[in-house]
């Protein structure tokens, strides 16, 4: 039995290829997933010819997406966000900024993103500017200026005020020696 096998394929699937596109896959694919939902067939000269016209219409649709999927990295480009989180006073965050988070923030700004599309290497986790890709489709990725700020703001470092000694505190700074360790 042979190990891969060519099959036509009737719709889009990702990683794999595009409506009409003659694949070669591994003979189980093509027999226990492919061929039983409908996504492809065999690849024989009459069922490329009957599928020709499915393709351009799969090529419309995918040119038309295509085109909404740039508009919508154009109204993404220049995007800015700010969010206020809890931090100590050396900008250290006490939790962190995830995917989840950007993805609420750009919801309050009429942009709806999934959270697998949110590029980060991992939470964001000081305050600061940072630089977040969101990832629209093939290779177009955005990059968006977020903006994690320090709850209360950042506050001003008190001035030091130098302690005033008093006579008591400098004889023995509030330590008081025993009588007999003295009189040794």
């Given at each position: 039995?042979a190990?891969s096998?060519?099959?036509?394929?009737r719709e889009?699937?990702?990683?794999?290829g595009?409506?009409?596109?003659?694949?070669?896959v591994?003979?189980?694919?093509a027999?226990?997933?492919?061929?039983?939902n409908?996504l492809?067939?065999?690849?024989?000269?009459?069922?490329?010819?009957?599928?020709a016209?499915?393709?351009e219409?799969?090529?419309?649709?995918?040119?038309?997406?295509?085109k909404?999927q740039?508009?919508?990295?154009?109204?993404?480009e220049?995007v800015?966000?700010?969010?206020?989180e809890n931090?100590?006073l050396?900008g250290?965050?006490?939790g962190s900024?995830?995917?989840a988070?950007?993805?609420?923030?750009?919801?309050?700004?009429?942009?709806?993103?999934e959270e697998?599309n949110?590029r980060?290497?991992?939470p964001?986790?000081?305050?600061g500017?940072?630089?977040v890709e969101?990832h629209?489709?093939?290779d177009l990725?955005?990059?968006?200026?977020?903006t994690?700020?320090?709850?209360g703001?950042?506050?001003e470092?008190?001035?030091?005020?130098?302690?005033?000694?008093?006579?008591e505190?400098?004889?023995?700074?509030?330590?008081?020696?025993?009588?007999?360790?003295?009189?040794?």
């Open positions: 039995m190990k096998v060519q099959v036509l394929l889009d699937i990702e990683n794999l595009h409506c009409g596109d003659v694949v070669k591994s003979a189980g694919y027999r226990n997933y492919l061929m039983p409908r492809a067939q065999v690849a024989n000269d009459e069922n490329i010819k009957m599928i016209r499915r393709r219409r799969f090529a419309a649709l995918r040119a038309e997406r295509e909404e740039k508009a919508f990295a154009e109204r993404l220049g800015e966000l700010t969010t206020v931090a100590d050396q250290h965050l006490y900024v995830s995917a988070t950007i993805v609420k923030l750009l919801a309050e700004q009429g942009h709806e993103v697998r949110v980060m290497s991992g964001i986790k000081e305050v500017e940072h630089e969101v629209v489709y093939g990725n955005v990059a968006i200026q977020l994690v700020e320090r709850e703001g950042m506050p470092p008190a001035p030091e005020e130098p302690e005033e000694d008093t006579e505190q400098s004889k023995n700074d509030g330590y008081e020696m025993p009588e007999e360790s003295l009189n040794q």
